[in-house]
Structures are given as structure tokens and as C-alpha cells.
């Protein structure tokens, strides 16, 4: 067999990094247009991110290659990578995500490599020089992998198990190829008043306008149908009387008070009383007792601070009768019976003198006694933590909304599926082929395009779903309505919100029409895009086309997919279960097969983690086989090693992915921390949360890799590992610095890349080293090292590790002092302990004199350097510390890495406060060397000339 020749990708080499996690970074606060807002998915790459690593994953390195006979030598090689990275750099803005110059230039060097790649396999199946290789996303979700393929120029593939992402990866990837540069089929009597009648309808954008004028009608017609839900209000005198429209209801739970004197009335159970907290125009509500202490009504307050904050907590509730505790047990008991309530407390209502909050006792309340249950009925699959509603009773998700909201939806969602019919009818008259063909079967007629815009419609549903349901809180900071999903779970909201869906602000019909037809007008609409319902353990695309594979696989048990997706999916299946019978055939998302380590379905959660791996290892296999040989394979993974011990960090979910990946023949032949967070973000130490996304690059394992032994393993371990840490912790060419809280992270990839080469590391009985061995080796590198150092930070690491800031006996002390070549005194001396009475102890930061001069001391150990910077830079800031650090330059090279050292000690032991100082010194640590150069460093040039 031929073997193929593999040139060597500029992921393999270098990256701009810094510019690739600033778009990264940025891009997570632009929402018009991001495909973000098309409608709710979990845990979204971003699409600067996916298009840099996709473009770098495809574009040969232009090192040289003796066995290949390619590239150029290391200065030309050094000025054409960084041609490339201006590519990458222009490419990852997000203003440029429709620019066609800067893709084209992409997309002739994607062309250009594979050419090249093509000669140097001339001959062999699948190198056609005229034709990229197929993209295949085998976990698509959210779909920016796929979607940021098809804009780079591949055919792409989207296949995903839960039919939820399925649909949304067709409105962004099959729909839009289909019916490119074809004008809106719509009335224009149905389109804005400021509709762009003259435009021209060049890729998606006659989707998008027949998206809003369709939108329109549903609307149209639902506000007929729904006129006396939401009829105006009387307002009451204080107002000047008259009719009003309410914008947003304010509703809170209740239960019946346990306690006997309050005769079995119900209390409001409210997280917050406020309405307003803007200065200028605080306002809140107040619960009023009646005298009898049974009853009470809700008034308005203005100014000021509400006298009871809130009736609720983690803890339980508050009896506003008696004054008296509600067991939180009580209050679960109660919901779980069925016996909870809901009250109106306050409504913002549109007034002819503009918006306005009532209380409710100065409007009617809602009656829904007329309306019945309308929502699918579906029951929620409990994952704690991440479903709690489940333990206060709400079990269906039917119970997520009250009745009206039910009702709104159920309406909504019956226009989507009738306007089919009306969209087919004027796209026949508008000249359209009507050939009765399916968007399912492949057609492209009449039929086919009203099934598509209803597709976009149903993503209007999902966005509305998201907003009109009970577990929407009120944001009194910016008064608005917060949408159900602001996290990855569904938990209980005490007092909720509900949007009048017929009005035009924020969380309404006419909103998701907006926030979505922005979507479509930037789709790419330049390649075909195909989405399907896949299980990646079980199947593959139907091509014979090798792939080119980037991937973005579920984190282990990190987020319940399925559990979660059943919220939209069961509103999208009463939308298209017609269009898509395959897709939506059950009444519920696929739950068993579906690759996670399910807490809901496993008791035991090893075998949770035995069905994560065992499912993985073949979806990464269905990877192996079907992908491009001459192409690596990107994995993004962000579960955040959370286990942490004496013997290092880890996590079942790394290891378990990680076995996956070596079962599967894959040796990492790159790792890119890729930022996908804001920097200034508050880091939370503990928590499955990352600032950054480590990229995982990945080649198939030569069919003639040799075993080694453990020995020499970690001999090849400890002199390469030495080099990596160095480049992560103070960057290089194409590299940027990985923060303290990512290091462990970052770490796994050169760690596992001498790992996975190898077919088997064994250990001295012959059985082949576990996973969890190698990551247990691989983090002691974190820690280790510390030879270099002066004996006293020798001393007070040693010390740290073991008893970190308490006392400690003076003859241990002694003992360890000793060993490290110093002594207790001299460590005392150098004013980093302090001694006496037989007690030893590490003084904190804080404790450090403040008026410290490095100029003038001549005994600074790096311990001592690095907590006067950690003290100045909590106290005073970036400046501050620059200050210092400009006086002790020589230093600045252990400085940095003994905060990373010391970060992942204090990770290891749980003492969250101190590992937060030593990470915000680590990635303050540009910034605290940019002001150092402005102070000018100690004993530098500039220092000397000015004697």
C-alpha cells in the first residue's frame, strides 16, 4: 500500500494566538447577526475560532521538508508564516465575516496547499487537485464548525443525534444553497413599513425578508386569536384612567404558610421585590398585610430600599403573617404535590404618557380559569444540579409555563404550520416551480421553499419559547425580561415575568423575527451544506469521500444535551413533524445513545463513564477511518480537570475522552489553548468552566508504532515537558501564554502527544500504562522543577505545600531549612517568615511592607519578589507591580512561572483565594511588564547613563 505523504499544517507549527483569542474574545458580546441568536444551543464555539483552526488545519506549513522535497528555508519560512497569519488575522474579525476579498484570499491558500498536497499524492484515490475534500462535523450542535466550513468553501456536513441542532444546522447550511439569489415570494402589503423593496436578493436575504413578511402574518392572525388573552387593562386614576397595554406581567410563586395562625393562607415567595434599582427611578413593590394578618395586597413604593428584600432563599421561605421560617423541605413537599401557586405582583404597562409599572392591586388579574392545558406533554428527565424544577414539582415541562403562555404557543405554533400553505400558494403565483417535491425529498419548488421559511418560522417559536415561559426572572438592574436559558440548566425562579407577545419589545414575536432575519442575511450560501440525524458511535455521512474533520464533542457530563433540548423540542416537532417525519418520529429527544455520562440514566456513574468512553472510542474510530490522511484531525475539548489531590489533578472526564482518543489510533500532534472567554472575566476556581478551549490536533498513529517503557517515558517526558512549560507560561513565535487556571490543561496536550505516539507505554510488570498514570505524571511536571530557585523560595515552597499560610513546629522547620542548603534565621532575614517561641510560619501578601524597595534590598528571594507583586498589584494595581518589577528585572524569568507553580498548588489543596491571586497575577502579567518598561528597569542602559 502506498503510504501517504503528509505534509506538515501551520497548525502543527504556529498560530497568532493573541489575535485569534482577542476575536474570539470580542465576539462573545456581538449578538446581531451571530448565528447565536438564530436560536438557543449550549456551549457554541465561537466562529472566529472555528475559521482560524479550520484554515490553519488545511494550509501547509512552509517549513521545509527534506523527505518531502517542499517548503523553504527558516527565514523565508518565518516571513511567509506571518503573510499567513495576516490572513488569519483579517479572518477572524467579525466585520469581515461577509467579506468576500478576505475569504477569497483564505480560500485560494486553502486551495493552494491542497494542490500541493494533491501533487504530492498524485495518483492515489481521493486527491483530486480541482476539489476540496468534504467537511463532516460528526458533533455539530450549534453548528459553527460546519457553518464557518461552508464559508471557507467546503461542501459542509453536519450530523448531530439530537434532532434539535439537526434542524438548525439545516436553516444554516442545506436551506440557504437551496433557494440562494431568489427574491421574497411574500405580499409586499405584509412586508415592514421600511421594507427593502429595491433590494437586491443576492445569497439568503429573499429568506430573510420572506421570513419577516410571513412572520407578519403569523402574527397578524395570532393577534385575532388571541385578543382576548391579552386584551388592554383599565388603568387606574393616578394614571388619568383610560385603556392600557401591559408589556410584561410580574408574577411570584406561592404556598400555603405551615404555620397554624395563618389559617392555610398562601404567601408570596419572591427572590426580589424591586422593579427598578436605576438611579433616578428605584422602585419596588410591597407586600401589605391586612389586619387580620390573612391576606395581603401588593403596592408600589418608590425610592429607596425594600424593608423585606425577598421571602425566599436557598434556605427556604418567609411567612409574612407570622413572621415565621418556611422550611425549604416544606416548600418542595408542597410543589411536588401540586400545590403551589402563582400571584401577580406588579405590571409594566404602555400608557399614552409612555411605560409605566402598576401594582396589582390597581389593575385587573388575569383570569385563566377559561384556558386549558395546550402544551405537548412531555416529562423532564431529571439530571441534578441541572434540573431542579423537578424537586418543586415541576415534572413535565408543561408545568414550565402557566396556561396563557401555553395557549400563546400552541397558537403561534398552529399559524407556522398553516402558513405552509399560504407561502406555497405565492410562491406558485410568483413563478416558482410547484413540482409538490419535499424540502426532505431534495426539492427546490414551491413546496419545498414554504417548508423552508416555516423551518426559520420554528426558530422564531424556539426564540419566543425561551422567553414565554415561568422561569424568566425579572431584571430590574435594565429592566428587562431574562430569557429562560442564561445557563446550562433549568433552575427553579421564584418570581417570574411574562412577556404580552403581541407587543414589540424585547422577548416578543416581533423580536425573534428580527434577531433571526439578521441571521439569514449573513449565511453563506456559497457551497452546499447538508444536516442529518446521525448517531457519530454508529454511522457516517453517506459519501465515499474521505474528510477533513473539526470537531467540538459533548464534554463528558458537563451539559445534559438531551435532558435540556426537550424545552424546544417538543414546540419544534409541533412545527415540523410534517416537514421532517425522520427527525422528529419520537416524542422526545434520543436520551440512551446519546454520548454523554449521564447522570439521569447511570446510577452507578462508572458506568456512565464506561458508555462515554466505550461510545467516544467508536465515534472517534467512525473519525480514524473516514477521515483524510493528509489532513489532521481538530478536536476542541473545555472540560476542566476538576479532581485534584497530593498526586495531581485529573478528571474522569479528560480520561475518559483521552482513552478515547488513543483507542481510537489517534496520536495529538498539537494542543491550541484557544480563548473563548474575556479575559477580565472572574475565573471560578473549582468549577467546570475555562477561559480557555483546548484544541486537540490529532494524526493517525503509525500502523508500525513501537511500545516504551515507563522509564523511558518519563525520561522523554521530563526533557521535553521542561521546554513546553516554558513556552506556555511565557509564550513564543505563534504562541501565546496560557493562564494559571488553564495550565493544567494546556499541559495534557505535549504531555499526551510523547504518550499517544507511542502504541503502548509499559510499566514494569508489562501491563500498558492507564491514562489516568500518564495525566498523574504529566501534572507532576507542574509542580516539579524547582532545582533553579534560591534555597530560600526553595524552602518556602516546600513549606507552602505543606502547611500553607499556618504555624508550623520550629525543628520541622529546621529540618527542611537544612535540607534546602539554609536555615530558619536566614529565611527570617530575608523577611518572608516569621519565627519565634518554636513557631514557623509564611507571612501572607498582605502582611508584606508596602513601602518595600527592590533597589535597596539586597536579599530578595523570588518567594519574596512574587508576593510583594501579588500585594501590590490587589492594593494599587498593574502599575504598582510594574513598578516593582522594573526594579528586580533579573527576576522577572522565575517570577511567573513560580505563580503558575503555586497556582496549581493551591488548586490541589483548595484554598480558592490564593490560587485566585496567583492567576490574576499570571494573566496580569502583560500588562504589569508593559508598565515595568515605562518605569524603566533597574540597572538597564537608560539606569546607567543617567549617573
Given at each position: ?399 414550565l409555563f402557566n396556561l396563557r403562555q401555553q395557549h400563546a404557543l400552541s397558537t403561534f405554533s398552529a399559524l407556522v404550520v398553516e402558513s405552509r400553505e399560504v407561502i406555497r400558494a405565492d410562491a406558485a403565483k410568483a413563478g416558482m416551480l410547484d413540482d409538490g417535491l419535499t424540502l426532505d425529498q431534495g426539492g427546490s419548488g414551491a413546496t419545498a421553499y414554504a417548508e423552508a421559511v416555516s423551518v426559520y ?53 416581533a423580536s425573534a423575527l428580527g434577531w433571526i432575519a439578521r441571521v439569514i442575511d449573513l449565511l453563506p450560501a456559497y457551497a452546499p451544506g447538508h444536516a442529518m440525524q446521525l448517531d457519530a458511535a454508529k454511522a457516517t455521512i453517506p459519501t465515499d469521500a474521505l474528510t477533513v474533520v473539526s470537531t467540538d464533542p459533548p464534554y463528558y457530563d458537563n451539559v445534559p444535551y438531551s435532558n435540556l433540548s426537550d ?231 516546600a513549606w507552602f505545600d505543606e502547611k500553607g499560610w499556618a504555624q508550623g513546629d520550629f525543628g520541622q522547620a529546621d529540618v527542611l531549612a537544612r535540607a534546602k542548603g539554609t536555615s530558619v534565621d536566614g529565611v527570617a532575614r530575608a523577611g518572608v517568615i516569621e519565627s519565634g517561641s518554636g513557631i514557623v510560619r509564611l507571612l501572607k501578601p498582605s502582611e508584606y511592607p508596602a513601602d518595600w524597595s527592590p ?93
Open positions: 500500500m502506498t503510504a501517504i505523504k503528509t505534509p506538515k499544517k501551520l497548525i502543527e507549527v504556529a498560530l497568532p494566538l493573541d489575535d485569534i483569542n482577542a476575536a474570539s474574545s470580542k465576539e462573545k458580546s456581538i449578538r446581531h447577526g451571530h448565528p447565536s441568536t438564530l436560536h438557543m444551543w449550549f456551549a457554541r464555539r465561537p466562529l472566529a475560532a472555528a475559521r482560524a483552526i479550520l484554515f490553519a488545519q488545511m494550509v501547509n506549513d512552509p517549513g521545509y521538508e527534506r523527505h518531502l522535497g517542499r517548503g523553504v528555508n527558516k527565514e523565508r519560512a518565518k516571513v511567509e508564516r506571518e503573510r499567513l497569519f495576516n490572513i488569519i488575522r483579517d479572518l477572524v474579525k467579525w466585520e469581515n465575516t461577509d467579506n468576500q476579498e478576505v475569504l477569497n484570499r483564505a480560500r485560494n491558500e486553502i486551495k493552494k496547499s491542497w494542490r500541493e498536497t494533491c501533487e504530492l499524492n498524485a495518483g492515489l484515490p481521493g486527491f483530486d487537485p480541482d476539489k476540496l475534500p468534504v467537511f463532516h462535523d460528526p458533533f455539530a450542535g450549534g453548528g459553527s464548525l460546519p457553518l464557518e466550513a461552508q464559508r471557507l468553501g467546503f461542501e459542509s456536513y453536519a450530523t448531530d443525534l439530537n434532532p434539535v441542532p439537526v434542524v438548525l444546522n439545516k436553516a444554516m447550511l442545506e436551506i440557504p444553497p437551496r433557494f440562494k439569489d431568489r427574491p421574497p415570494v411574500g405580499p409586499k402589503s405584509l412586508a415592514a413599513s421600511q421594507a427593502r423593496i429595491d433590494e437586491h436578493w443576492e445569497g439568503a436575504r429573499g429568506l430573510a425578508e420572506d421570513l419577516r413578511r410571513y412572520g407578519n402574518w403569523v402574527a397578524n392572525n395570532a393577534r385575532q386569536r388571541l385578543a382576548e388573552q391579552y386584551a388592554q387593562v383599565t388603568l387606574p386614576k393616578r394614571l388619568g384612567g383610560g385603556k392600557g397595554t401591559v408589556l410584561t406581567w410580574l408574577w411570584c410563586r406561592t404556598v400555603a404558610s405551615p404555620n397554624p395562625a395563618a389559617g392555610g393562607a398562601h404567601i408570596p415567595l419572591s427572590k426580589s421585590f424591586q422593579l427598578s434599582t436605576k438611579e433616578g427611578r428605584k422602585l419596588h413593590v410591597v407586600p401589605k398585610v391586612s389586619d387580620d394578618k390573612r391576606s395581603y395586597e401588593f403596592v408600589l413604593q418608590e425610592g429607596g430600599e425594600p424593608k423585606l428584600p425577598s421571602t425566599v432563599g436557598g434556605r427556604g421561605g418567609f411567612c409574612i403573617f407570622t413572621e415565621s421560617v418556611v422550611p425549604l423541605p416544606y416548600i418542595q413537599a408542597e410543589g411536588q404535590a401540586g400545590r403551589l401557586g402563582h400571584r401577580l405582583m406588579a405590571a409594566v404597562v404602555e400608557t399614552p404618557r409612555g411605560k409605566t409599572y402598576v401594582a396589582a392591586s390597581e389593575i385587573d388579574v388575569p383570569d385563566f380559569s377559561a384556558l386549558s392545558p395546550s402544551a405537548p406533554d412531555a416529562e423532564i428527565l431529571h439530571w441534578k444540579s441541572c434540573t431542579n424544577v423537578v424537586v418543586y414539582g415541576m415534572t413535565t415541562f408543561e408545568s418560522l420554528t426558530c422564531a417559536i424556539g426564540r419566543a419559547a425561551d422567553y414565554w415561559n415561568t422561569l424568566t426572572a425579572w431584571e430590574s438592574g435594565g429592566e428587562f425580561v431574562a430569557h429562560a436559558f442564561t445557563k446550562h440548566a433549568m433552575p427553579i425562579v421564584w418570581d417570574y415575568a411574562e412577556i404580552n407577545p403581541l407587543t414589540d419589545g424585547g422577548g416578543t414575536w424545552f424546544f423540542y417538543i414546540w419544534m416537532r409541533l412545527c415540523l413533524r410534517q416537514v421532517f417525519p425522520d427527525v422528529f418520529a419520537t416524542r422526545q429527544t434520543p436520551k440512551k445513545d446519546e454520548l454523554v455520562a449521564s447522570h439521569s440514566l447511570y446510577a452507578d456513574l462508572n458506568d456512565a463513564m464506561r458508555h462515554f468512553t466505550d461510545g467516544m472510542t467508536l465515534a472517534l474510530r467512525q473519525i480514524h477511518d473516514k477521515s483524510n490522511e493528509s489532513v489532521p484531525v481538530t478536536i476542541y475539548y473545555a472540560f476542566k480537570q476538576s479532581k485534584t489531590g497530593a498526586t495531581g489533578t485529573a478528571s474522569s472526564g479528560w480520561e475518559s475522552f483521552l482513552e478515547s482518543v488513543i483507542q481510537s489510533e489517534f496520536v495529538i500532534t498539537g494542543t491550541w489553548p484557544v480563548r473563548t472567554e474575556r479575559s477580565s472575566r472572574g475565573i471560578a476556581i473549582g468549577a467546570n468552566a475555562l477561559a480557555s478551549s483546548i484544541v486537540l490536533v490529532c494524526r493517525k498513529r503509525d500502523e508500525g508504532a513501537t511500545t516504551v517503557s515507563r522509564r523511558e517515558f518519563l525520561r522523554e517526558l521530563k526533557e521535553q515537558m521542561s521546554e513546553a512549560l516554558d513556552v506556555m507560561i511565557g509564550g513564543g513565535e505563534g504562541v501565546s501564554p496560557v493562564a494559571p487556571v488553564d495550565l493544567a490543561q494546556a499541559v495534557i496536550g505535549p504531555g499526551m502527544a510523547i504518550f499517544s505516539k507511542y502504541s503502548a507505554v509499559l510499566e514494569a510488570d508489562g501491563r500498558p500504562m492507564s491514562v489516568h498514570t500518564a495525566l498523574t505524571l504529566i501534572n507532576k511536571m507542574l509542580t516539579e522543577g524547582a532545582d533553579g530557585l534560591d534555597a530560600d523560595t526553595q524552602f518556602c515552597l533597589e535597596n534590598d539586597n536579599n530578595t528571594p523570588v518567594w519574596e519578589a512574587l508576593h510583594q507583586m501579588v500585594r501590590a498589584l490587589q492594593a494599587e494595581g498593574e502599575s504598582a507591580a510594574g513598578a516593582l518589577l522594573a526594579g528586580m528585572p533579573a527576576l522577572a524569568e522565575n517570577i511567573r512561572p513560580l505563580a503558575y507553580r503555586l497556582y496549581t498548588l493551591c488548586e490541589r489543596n483548595g484554598w480558592t483565594d490564593e490560587a485566585r491571586a496567583y492567576n490574576e497575577l499570571g494573566t496580569s502579567w502583560t500588562g504589569i511588564e508593559s508598565a515595568s518598561h515605562e518605569v524603566g528597569r533597574f540597572g538597564s542602559q537608560r539606569d546607567i547613563e543617567s549617573i
